[in-house]
């Protein structure tokens, strides 16, 4: 089992940064990788960006070069907003992927989510 908590989030004029942070407890150790989504309002929940634990990340097109993600060693992950649009503005979801073998039981583990709010 893994427990995760977003903070971070807030309200911000477009062009703005902000770094969202997503603490990790429990069988941490079983984190494969980590990975951020955001729902913007009346949309679906979409992927952001991901980072596993050799430090490999990816990210989508609409974030490519504004959004940095990081891991430290502790299975925390972080993701650095620069330039924020008001298109950027949903409720940000941390998730962990647990690897299957040994204790770990492969499975995915969801935050409750931080508010991000971009006014234009």
């Known amino acids: 089992q893994v427990t995760l908590q977003e903070s971070g989030g807030g309200s911000l004029q477009s062009g703005g940064s902000l770094r969202l942070s997503c603490a990790s407890s429990g069988y941490t150790y079983c984190i494969s990788d980590m990975s951020w989504y955001r729902q913007a309002p009346g949309k679906e929940r979409e992927f952001v960006s991901v980072?596993?634990?050799?430090?490999?990340t990816g990210y989508a097109d609409s974030v490519k070069g504004r959004f940095t993600i990081s891991l430290d060693n502790a299975k925390n992950t972080y993701l650095q907003m620069n330039s924020l649009k008001d298109v950027d503005t949903a409720v940000y979801y941390c998730?962990?992927?647990?690897?299957?073998?040994?204790?770990?039981?492969?499975?995915?583990?969801w935050g409750q989510g931080t508010r991000v709010t971009v006014a234009s």
């Open positions: 980072i596993d634990e050799d430090g490999k």
């Open positions: 998730k962990a992927t647990t690897r299957r073998g040994g204790r770990c039981f492969g499975n995915e583990f």
